[in-house]
Each structure stands twice: as structure tokens, then as C-alpha cells.
């Protein structure tokens, strides 16, 4: 008996242990936190390639949708793409592995894949400076030139001015910066190099005053540029002492000078004569870069239109004093036989 009542008492623990809490007047307790089992995720298929997700881009070239294989070679074929230059109407290009830049395409793939969708994803580029540096020196030594000055000459005795030329100074510093960031930003232009243009210091429409003297006319043409200025009678040398032909410059220029007696029989034994109406010169003196050879006044106005000197250019004192003030040191003069 006692062992049948044992059995009976642990049968009926048993069922009011299996009573739920709600019918035992318990309430639900929630579970401990980190208690809840982890989410179901869909196994990725064994071999599948990971994709980039939508609208990732790197550097500006977009890769969403693509497998890490296909990205790396859709950004290492834009990296590869020659930078394009132009200075003027001159066009060239160059490799980037030639300017020493080398991408680390891998690295961005990598980072690309766990991208957010749409976003970018910088691809780092490494720039050998001495190689970018050594291409840009020979970019100078091809391009930068100096400015060429407008020149003249006579055509049927006439002065024709020719165009000048700008020059160019390229800088080093700001060609090899643009340069590096074209690399580094995926930018293959057309760049252009940067530097300073050099204006020509004399132009056609700034070249200013040019003599021609006309020995057998006995005529000084004066000039501004190719405009015909003004004409005027002079004096030229005798047959004994010819003026000289050719091209000349202005070389000094003296108001009220004194004469000197030049090295030559004719003035031997003549003593140095002051400023004043005697002078020979007159009151200007215009020396050439023909020795011993100018263009001055004279006080024998009767002399001119004759050759009458011995080699310089004698003018009325009046149209020598005019005429000083027009020219400069350097201005060219032109004396031919006509």
C-alpha cells in the first residue's frame, strides 16, 4: 500500500508540472537579452562571385553590378588611357606608366564590393615625382623659347617692319602639379602646360623712328615704322670722303657739341672748336655706329643738296634740331646709293 501511494502522489506532481504558466495564473516572462536565436541567412552558393552592389563607382568609373574580375579590368583599362596634351596647335599624348604612376586597382576592387550602394570609392595612385619632374624639364627645354622682336629692313627703299614673335616661360612647378593630379584624379585631358607668355619688346605697331638716307638724292627720310614721317634735304660727302652705305644705328646723341678735328689730313693743324653759331655741327650731333660718320646740322645752309661734306649727313640747323628730338639710340638708319 505504502508503495502504490508513492506512485500515485508522483503521477500527480507530474501533470501539474505540465500545466502551462498562462493556465497556472503566471504571467510571460520575456527571454534574458541575447537570448534569441540569430536570423536565417541564405547560404551563398559554393564558386558564386561576389558582386559589386548598384551604382558604385571608382574614381568616377562605375563598377555596380560587376564581378571583382570584370571591376579590375574596367578600371585598369580607363587608368591606362595616355594623358592628352596641347600647347598651341601642338597635340600629343603619354602613358601614365611613363610619368613613373602606378594604381593599386586591387585595393579598390576590395573596397568596392563591401560599398555602399551608389557610393565611390577612391583608387590610390602612387606618382614617382623625379619621373614626373624629369618629363616636365624636358617639356621646357621643347616649348619655352624667348620673345623675337619685330625686325626691318628696306624693300624698294622702303622700311618693312616684320612681326614679332611671343615668347613662352613654362613652369616647372605648376606643369608637374597638374600633371600629378591628372593622374591621381583620372583626368586625361587634353592638359595644358602653364606658364607665362614673354611679349616681343618691339612690335610693328611699336618699333618707332627709322632713317633712310638717299646719298645720290641727297634726301633723309624719316620714318615711323613704315609711315613716311617726313623728308628733308641734306649734304652728303664729298668724292674724296664718300658717306658711307649700309645699315647704321644712332649710337650718340649730343646737344651743342663741340667739334674736335678728326684724325684725318684734311683737319690737320685745326684746334677744337665750343658750342656756339660757329660750331660745324650746328647745335645737334647724332653719331652713327659708322665711325667718325653722323648726321648733324650745319651753319652752311648753302651746302645742302650738294655733296659737299666729309662723309657725315649735314641737315638745316632747324630740321637737325627737329629731328634729334625724334630719335632715340638704336634707331636704325639705312644709307643707300639712290
Not at 44 to 71: F, R, W, Y
Not at 92 to 105: C, D, S
Not at 179 to 196: E, F, H, K, T, W
Amino acid at each position: 500500500m505504502a508503495v502504490l501511494r508513492r506512485i500515485a502522489l508522483l503521477v500527480l506532481a507530474a501533470s501539474i508540472a505540465a500545466v502551462p504558466l498562462a493556465q497556472a495564473g503566471l504571467r510571460d516572462e520575456p527571454p534574458p537579452p541575447g537570448s534569441e536565436p540569430p536570423p536565417v541567412t541564405e547560404p551563398q552558393e559554393p564558386g558564386e562571385p561576389l558582386i559589386v552592389p548598384d551604382g558604385v563607382s571608382i574614381s568616377g568609373v562605375l563598377v555596380g553590378g560587376m564581378t571583382a574580375e570584370q571591376a579590375t579590368l574596367t578600371v585598369e583599362t580607363v587608368f591606362e588611357q595616355p594623358l592628352q596634351f596641347r600647347h598651341g596647335s601642338v597635340r600629343w599624348t603619354v602613358l601614365p606608366e611613363l610619368l613613373g604612376a602606378k594604381p593599386y586597382v586591387d585595393g579598390a576592387v576590395t573596397r568596392a564590393l563591401t560599398a555602399a550602394p551608389g557610393s565611390s570609392v577612391e583608387l590610390v595612385v602612387a606618382v614617382k615625382g623625379r619621373t614626373v619632374r624629369e618629363y616636365v624639364a624636358s617639356l621646357d627645354d621643347s616649348f619655352s623659347r624667348p620673345a623675337r622682336d619685330s625686325a626691318v629692313r628696306l624693300v624698294r627703299l622702303r622700311p618693312r617692319i616684320s612681326e614679332g614673335r611671343y615668347g613662352f616661360a613654362l613652369s616647372r612647378s605648376d606643369t608637374t602639379a597638374v600633371i600629378v593630379r591628372a593622374l591621381r584624379g583620372g583626368d586625361r585631358g587634353p592638359l595644358g602646360l602653364r606658364g607665362r607668355a614673354i611679349r616681343p619688346k618691339l612690335t610693328p605697331e611699336s618699333f618707332g623712328p627709322v632713317i633712310v638716307i638717299r646719298r645720290g638724292a641727297k634726301k633723309l627720310y624719316l620714318y615711323d615704322g613704315e609711315r613716311l614721317e617726313r623728308r628733308f634735304g641734306v649734304a652728303t660727302g664729298q668724292a674724296a670722303y664718300p658717306t658711307p652705305l649700309g645699315r647704321f644705328e644712332v649710337a650718340v646723341k649730343w646737344r651743342n657739341p663741340w667739334w674736335y678735328p678728326p684724325p684725318s689730313p684734311w683737319a690737320k693743324g685745326q684746334k677744337p672748336v665750343p658750342p656756339g653759331p660757329g660750331n660745324p655741327l650746328g647745335t645737334r650731333w647724332m653719331g652713327l655706329s659708322a665711325p667718325l660718320v653722323g648726321i648733324h646740322g650745319t651753319p652752311d645752309s648753302a651746302s645742302i643738296g650738294y655733296s659737299a661734306s666729309h662723309g657725315c649727313i649735314r641737315m638745316l640747323i632747324s630740321d637737325a634740331e627737329w629731328l634729334f628730338d625724334r630719335v632715340k639710340i638704336g634707331t636704325p638708319v639705312f644709307i643707300v646709293g639712290a
